[in-house]
C-alpha cells in the first residue's frame, strides 16, 4: 500500500458544527502532516507529528486540533470555523527516518463553512 | 527563515515541445533538499523530482530534470517532449537537513501543454 487515504473528499459544516477530518497509511511511516491550501495557492503547513508526537504547531488557531492516535493516523478536530477556513486541507506522509524523502500526500478534504 | 520564489505563475507549450520552469530559494543553510512536485485537476500532489543539495549531479527522472546551480540558489525543472497529461500546477519545495521534515513550496507555476 503506497497511498495516503483522507476522508471525507469533500465537507460543509456549519461555523456552529464538530467535524474531523481523518488521514491514514500503511506504509509505516512515522511522520505525518497536515497543510491547508486555499485556492490557486501553494500548500501551508500546519502541523508535524514525528513519532506520534506533535512537533510543529504553525501558530494555527485553537479551532484546528490536531491528533495521531496511532502512527498510521492523523485527525484534524474542527470547531467553530470561519469561513475564511474553507480551503482544501491535505495530509503528507513521510519515512521520518530517512531525511529529505519527500511527501506522500493524499488528494485532500475540500472543507466548505458556510 | 527559507523563502522559495517562483518567478512564472503560468507558462505554455505545445505538445512535445520542451519546457522549463524557474526556481529560486533563498537560505543560510548549506545542506538540504528540494524538490519539484505537480498538482493536476485532481487535487493530488505528486512527486516529480528531488535533489540533495551535497550532490553535484542534476537528478533526472524520465523526461523531468533539473539545473541546480547552489551557487546561484536556483533548481529549475525542464520537462522535455511535453504531453497533455503534465498540464497541472508545479510547485518547488525546499527542506533543511537535520529539521523537522517540514517542507515550504513555492507560490507555483501553472503548465498548460497545447495539443
Known amino acids: 500500500d503506497t497511498e495516503v487515504t483522507q476522508t471525507p473528499k469533500h465537507l460543509v459544516m456549519g461555523m456552529t458544527n464538530k467535524k474531523s477530518l481523518k488521514c491514514e497509511q500503511h506504509m509505516g511511516h512515522r511522520a505525518m502532516y497536515w497543510y491547508k491550501q486555499k485556492a490557486k495557492k501553494p500548500p501551508e503547513l500546519m502541523f508535524v507529528y514525528s513519532y506520534e508526537k506533535l512537533s510543529i504547531n504553525e501558530s494555527v488557531p485553537s479551532r484546528f486540533s490536531p491528533e495521531c492516535p496511532n502512527s498510521s493516523l492523523l485527525n484534524l478536530h474542527l470547531h467553530a470555523l470561519q469561513p475564511e477556513d474553507s480551503a482544501l486541507y491535505l495530509c503528507?506522509?513521510?519515512?521520518?527516518?530517512?531525511?529529505?524523502?519527500?511527501?506522500?500526500f493524499g488528494s485532500g478534504t475540500r472543507l466548505t463553512v458556510v | 527563515a527559507q523563502t522559495v520564489t517562483q518567478s512564472q505563475p503560468e507558462m505554455s507549450v505545445q505538445e512535445a515541445e520542451t519546457v522549463t520552469l524557474s526556481c529560486t530559494y533563498d537560505t543560510s543553510e548549506n545542506n538540504y533538499y528540494l524538490f519539484w512536485y505537480k498538482q493536476p485537476p485532481s487535487r493530488q500532489m505528486i512527486l516529480v523530482i528531488r535533489q540533495e543539495a551535497y550532490k553535484q549531479q542534476n537528478a533526472t527522472e524520465n523526461r523531468f530534470s533539473v539545473n541546480f546551480q547552489k551557487a546561484a540558489k536556483s533548481f529549475s525543472l525542464k520537462i522535455s517532449d511535453s504531453q497533455l497529461g503534465d498540464t497541472a500546477m508545479y510547485f518547488c519545495?525546499?527542506?533543511?537537513?537535520?529539521?523537522?521534515?517540514?517542507?515550504?513550496f513555492g507560490a507555483g507555476t501553472r503548465l498548460t501543454v497545447k495539443p
Open positions: 519545495a525546499f527542506m533543511k537537513s537535520f529539521g523537522n521534515n517540514d517542507m515550504r
Open positions: 503528507a506522509s513521510s519515512p521520518g527516518w530517512q531525511e529529505g524523502y519527500g511527501y506522500t
